[in-house]
Structures are given as structure tokens and as C-alpha cells.
């Protein structure tokens, strides 16, 4: 886009039309500057970086030039393009503004005023200087802001903060510079020793620049991650790696090499064939392992070893054994019994019943399909639709049992043990489908698993072909598997995609105000790992608590399990729309209407826990969340509100989005759209709203902002959450209700209403229970008490909340019981230790009697088979006689 702005211009204009009607065209310009601003010696590189210096000034407004420097730059600019100044200069000859004067300043005035003003300009700065000494002293004149040689781009910053989400993002030899727009303001400068990496995002516009924990300059809550929305995201990338090569990782291969203090010598390659030696003996000792029908069917016959003579007489010399085993036959298994075959099995490798058996020889035929091998080992092409199928049945039907997830292990490391061409297409696809596996579920005997862990250690030490990355990427995959939550659901088409080309996995994560971010993450992340993700993408504070990460269907939404896998209710969602679409299908082919309309599943984030201590308003990211997450309760009508206070809402909402209010009334239903329910929109009164706005005229948009949330704070349960359940055990209330569960207990009130009609604190509470379709609460003191039954859909949310909101409040009395401790201890510690003899009249208690025990915070649990009901005491929590995630376990949809 850079041209240069005297008479030639008009020459490269006219041949630009000639290339076509569009306006693409090569400009060759200067990329890359150094960090000293001494000018060139060359006339001719003088020549570009003036012309580069004027459509940077002009043009792009890249610097913050003030009007009396522009002017006497417009002069030097009028000096090259036009020679000395004639006594009677023409006024065409400065008639095109913009050509001297950026935008900015150029509509400070009328054009007509600016013709005698740049005349004059012209006279008084490049009269009599030649051209080159014109050029000279204009590029002297814009290297002395600190923004020259800095690339600038237009970025949209996707988070929060109170700069405003329109940004410039500027690259240059030093760093990273973060600019607002208006002013040239420099907000954030980041070496590139303090950046830690960048990401580019492989499906939408976003580019990620994380910082390093510890900088010279860091504090300890910065922000240490960046996320930008560009279409030039590419360019910046490719321009940081220019600076400084250092941050190439986004640009080269996803696996980052390790770092080896020394490489793998032959001595380490036979200890870890030993190893896997030794772990095949394991297995055959073990007696898990089916006998093989032909022991001496020979290396030959099975696999692809096709040897000559010469090779045969090698292996033996190296070896000293016979080569169709390499002397590894063990108990009657030969070396073919572990290694590669393109044949189908005439037996399972583990011993299974018949039925199993027929099964998993199945599932081997399905690997060779998959891998590209008929049923007598032929090449075979297949669409990538049917390949994810095919992988995606072989998942389904081994996790269901753990002997058959044995037998699938076995078999793929058979088929990935020792193939004549690590390189080949068939031997990738088979070490994909184990990196696959090894990222959903583990095999669950232990002997197989440590037989795994050992090809796999085995194959990572190879550092030249394709296989050693597989085995490195299925063995990082092993261990971020291990010890995690089993997996319900097969893998998403997604899932295996990203996988099988080793890539993380890829989703979108939504905000309440409508935003969203691109996260990646492994297969085997927990909601709790994606969630710090998370908040490290959008700015939030690591020590901030309470949030969670929601699976949303239309109106309805579930918060996840801290360890419950994000990969697996992707799969369940897939799992969801497959079966949509054929109920869909099966109706058009039956002439049936449609059941429903086609809904879509998203990612929410948002707090969850409204505890005291974990609120923090002093965060500007957790204001703005909390925020558009009271906007959005508000539109859904989970806020009761009069009409008096949907006026002054509106009358803040206004502050916020239009400033001050004008002379002209305004139309306020669009602005009440975003804060109220709809049925308030169409009758919010103009007039009242109106003068609300007017009397908050000079309000600054924070000060509107803290205003709305203390109008909001006023209702005592605005920490809330709301559910719609229904009632049948008393004809005194409503059948419609609200429950609210907040830090303090259960709230049940009228629909839509702030009247409370009960209370029950979390002391009270002896036990609830979920089901598919309603809640049963147990309540009540010591002598009585009383069940509550609610009719509601989303029991086992409502359940898991209650659990957690206990959960917090017992961790907080037991902080208390050993502070108060290890206050009683610190005190007691410089007087003498009391006797701890009972009264001789006292008997004490024989080691058989069991004594009851007063929980914290909860009733007092007796010993099991002890009935405190007798003594008037209330029987034992529910919570406390069951686990209490068994109680509220969400239930496989």
C-alpha cells in the first residue's frame, strides 16, 4: 500500500489500472529496523524510507504528530514533490490535502483554508533546500519518535480491561508494544526476553502472547496473557520470529524437542530392549496370553520382512540366534507372536471367551482397514469420513469391557512393534490409532500397562523418523491419562482429528456478554485445568475462585465436575447430534413434522460459587465478568425487579452506552433490551427514564457501572442462583416457586417474587437427594423433622450446588478449628502440661463402647449400628451414611 506522494505517483497509479480491477499489487518496502536511528549513506535507500516515512505520517497516522509539525513536514513534502516555490504559487498545486496532512488534522479545518496555509508552509520550511536534502531533514524529523521503525497493527484485544478493546499492536526490534489508537499512548511494552511464547490460533483470527512468570518488571498480579483478534495474525507472527528467532515454536513443529544432556548411545537402545524383553516375559507369566496355534510359523510368513540371504547371514552374526525369533522365544512365543502382521489374526493375543473373541478379531480387521490394508493385505483407499467412523466403533466397543481393552492394547502394539518401514503410511496410521488410545483410556491390568509404557519408551528413543514423534507424543499422552477420571464417552470426531495428527485439542469457550475464546487443550483435561486455561487467556487473577465452566442446550445449562473431562462431553454432544440428525431424517422419510428445532451445545464460563471471600471487585476482569453475568440475570428474569428500578437501570445502562444524555429524547427499548426482561422493554416510560439520564449527566462509565451493581446488591439474595422448581406439599404456597441457593442455605420464594416464604440454613439440612425429575431435601432440628420435595429438571444441578456451597463452608470451620488450635497451643506452650488423670470415681469408657462424635459444622455421627434416635437425637446425615458424590453424580445423558 506504500506509494510514493509526488509526480510519479500518478505514473504508478495509471499502470495499476492495468492489472486488473482489483488493487492487489507487490510493494516492496522496509521490513525489518534496527535499533540505531542513523541515516542511510545510500541516496537511494534514502529514497524509499522517505517515501515509507510519508505514507507512515500521511497516510496511516502512525505517529503523534502535532499541527505545527505536520506543517512543517507538509513543507519538506512540497519541497520534494514541487521544486522551489514560485512568487505566485497555484492553489491546485496544494489543492489535494490529503496528500500532506493526515486525517486527523486535515478535518480540523475547511479544505479551502488549507491551501494559502500549506503555500505558506512550503515557502517557509523547503524553500531553497534540494531534494535530497529535503528527504534527509523530514526523515531526521520522524526518527525522533520513539514509534519510528515500529510495524503497527489493527488488533481487537479479546478480554477486559478499561483501555477500550480497539487497539494497535506494534512490533519492533526491542519488543512487543501495545498502543491505543487515538493518542499513540504507549500502554504495555514487552521485551522479547520477557515474552514466554506466541500462539496463533489454527482456526479463528486470534494471536496469544503469554509473558514469563518472573520479568524484570513484573509484579505479581500482571496480566501475563495476551489474546488478539487480527486477520493479520500470520504477518505478526512471521515479523516477531524475524526480531527474535527465539519464539519460532508456533512456526515449527508442535513437539518441542527434549532437551537430551547427552543423545540415546546403543548401550541405552539395549537396556530398553531388555526392558521390553522382560515385560513380554511378564505377560506370558501372567498366563493372560492365548498360546500361539504354529509356534514355528516362522518371522517370514507373518510379517514384511522379506530378508536376503546376505541379511540373514548378518542378523545371525550380530545376534548370535536364530533369526526368525531373534531368539526371543519365550514359553512357545516367538518373536512373530509381538511383531507387525498384515494378516488377519487366526486368534485373539489375550484369552477371552468365544464370544469376546470373534469380537476383537473384528476389531483387528477394522485396525488393518484403518491402516489401509485389506483382508489379505492389500493397499486399500478409504474416505476420511469412513476412517473416523472406523476408529471411532473400535473405541466404543473395547471401553465398554476391560478385557477387551486389553486385547486392543496388545494388539497395537503388535501391529506398531518393528515394522520394515517406520516411515510407511500403514505403520503411521497404527501409531496414531495408539496415540489416540493412549489419550482416552488406559489399559486397566497392570501388567499391560507397564508392557505399554515400555514400547513406548522403547520407540520415543528413535529421534529420525516419523514413528520416534508418535512414540514421544502417545507416551506424553500416557501420562496425562494416568490416575485421571475414566472416560464415559468415545472419542469426538474432533477429538481425533486433532489427535491423530498430534495436535491438542481445540474449543470454544463463551462469555456472558457474548464473547468467546479459542482454547487448546489435551485430550485428558479435566474441567479444572481448562478452566485456569481460561482465566489465564482472559486476564483473571490466578487466585480467583468460585468460577466453573458450563455445558449449555439452549435454555438449559450444567455446570461440569472440576474433574469431570471436557473431551468427553464434547463426545457426548456429537453422540447428541448424530442421533438428532437420524430422528430428523427418520421423520422427513416418514412425513412427520420435526420433534424440535435443531439446538447447538457451547462452553459457557461464569461464577458459579458466590462466596464473600471469593469476590474480589478490585479486579477489573471479575467486575466486568460479574457484570454481564448480573446483565444476563436480569434479561432472564432471574432477578425480581419493580418498576421504579427498571427505570434506573435503564437510566444507567444509557450512561454507559450513550454518555450524557442529549436534548433530543432518546428511544430507550434498545438499551432496555440489554438489561431488562422482555416484558419490560415495550413499556419502560421514556419520560422517567429521560430524567434519570439527565441527572447522571458527568457520571464517569466505572462510576455508572459501580452505581448499577450497588442497585443491584440492594436485594439480600442477589448472590443467589436461581432455579424454577415446583411444590406439592402444602396448598398454603404457590405451585410455581423459586429456589434460591446462595453461601447462606436454600431459599424458597414466590415466582418471580422477592417475598421469602422459608428459609433452611445449611445446619438444617440432614440430607437431599436428587432424581431425574425431582429433589427431596430432608430438614429439621434434633426432634423433628420434615421433607421437602421440589419438582424440577435440574435436581442434580441443584444438588451439586448445595454440595459444594457445604463443601466451602466446612473447609471454613475447619480452618477456624485449627486456628483456634494452634492459637491454644501457642498460648499453653510456656505453661506446664496439666495431669490428664480422670477421678478415681470416674470410671473410663472400655475400648469397646463407641462414643459419639460431633462433626464440625454438622449433627453428631455415631458409631455404625448405634440409633441416637432413641436419646433424642436426630439420626446421622444422609451425607454423611453415603458418599456424597455418589448422591449427585451427574447421570450419563
Known sequence: KQTKIHASSSTLRKNATTLGSGENRFVFKKRLFKSTRELSQDPVEVNMLYAQAVYSVVKCDDFPVSEKVALQLAGL???????????????????????????????????????????????????????????????????????????????????????????????????????????????????????????????????????????????????????????????????????????????????????????????????????????????????????????????????????????????????????????????????????????????????LPDQEEQAMLQVFNSILTYAGLGQNGETVQRAEDEHITLIQSIMDRCMRKESLLNELYLQLIKQTTDHPDPNSRVNLRHWALLSLACSVILPPQKVVRKYLLGHLKRCASDFITEEGKYARFAEKCFFKTQGTRRRQWPPSREEIICTINRRPIYARFHFMDGQYHSVEFHPSSTSREVMEIVKKKIGLQENALGYAIYEVLGASERSLLPDEKVADVMSKWEKYRTAAAQAVQQNQSSNLPPACRRQHHLFLFKKHLFCDQYMNLDDPVEKELLYHQVLHGLRTERFPITEMEAIMLTALQGQLELGDSSDIVQDYRPIAAHCLPPRFVPNIPRDSVAMHHQSLRGTTPAEAKKSFLNLIQSWPLHKATIFDVMQSFTSNWPRMLWLAVDQKGLHLLEHRSRNTLCTYDYQSILSFSPNMNCLMIITGSDKKQSKVILTTAQAFQIANLIREYMEVLQRQQQSHVDDTQKENQSAGANQPPAPQVPPHNQPLPPPHQHLPVQQSGGPPVAAPGT?????????????????????VAPQPS
Open 77 to 351: 513534502q512540497a519541497q520534494v514533490a514541487l521544486g522551489d516555490p514560485s512568487n505566485q504559487p497555484k492553489p491546485e498545486y496544494y489543492s489535494d490535502v490529503p496528500s500532506y496532512l493526515p486525517e486527523r488534522i486535515s478535518k480540523t479545518r475547511e479544505e479551502q483554508f488549507w491551501v494559502p496555509i500549506l503555500a505558506q508552509a512550503h515557502r517557509q520550511y523547503g524553500s531553497g533546500r534540494t531534494e535530497l536534502t529535503a528527504k534527509v531533514l523530514y526523515l531526521s524529523c520522524v526518527m525522533q519518535y520513539p514509534l519510528y521503525g515500529t510495524t503497527m497493527f489493527a488488533v481487537s484485544y479479546r478480554g477486559y480491561w478499561s483501555y477500550g478493546n480497539s487497539l494497535i499492536l506494534g512490533v519492533n526490534c526491542e519488543g512487543i508494544i501495545l498502543i491505543k489508537p487515538d493518542d499513540k499512548f504507549v500502554l504495555y511494552e514487552f521485551r522479547y526476553a520477557e515474552v514466554e511464547s506466541i500462539m496463533l490460533d489454527p482456526s479463528d483470527s486470534f494471536i496469544t502472547i503469554s509473558l514469563n512468570r518472573i520479568t524484570s518488571t513484573s509484579t505479581t498480579d500482571q496480566q501475563r496473557c495476551f489474546v488478539f483478534e487480527t486477520a493479520q495474525k500470520n504477518e505478526i507472527g512471521s515479523l516477531i520470529v524475524s526480531y527474535y528467532p527465539a519464539l519460532s515454536n508456533w512456526i515449527t513443529e508442535n513437539e518441542v524437542p527434549p532437551k537430551k544432556s547427552k543423545g540415546i548411545t546403543n548401550e541405552d537402545r539395549v537396556r530398553l530392549h531388555h526392558n521390553l524383553v522382560v515385560c513380554r516375559r511378564h505377560l506370558v507369566d501372567a498366563e493372560l496370553l492365548r498360546k500361539p496355534q504354529d509356534p514355528s510359523g516362522g518371522f517370514l510368513r507373518n510379517t514384511l520382512r522379506r530378508l536376503s540371504k546376505h541379511r540373514l547371514e548378518k542378523l545371525r552374526a550380530e545376534h548370535g540366534s536364530p533369526v526368525h525369533d531373534h531368539g526371543e522365544t519365550y514359553k512357545g512365543f516367538p518373536h512373530a507372536y509381538w511383531a507387525f502382521s498384515r494378516q488377519a489374526l487366526p486368534q485373539s493375543l489375550s484369552k
Open 867 to 887: 440409633d441416637l434416635r432413641k436419646g433424642g437425637q436426630r439420626p446421622p446425615s444422609m451425607l454423611l451414611r453415603q458418599s456424597s458424590a455418589a448422591l
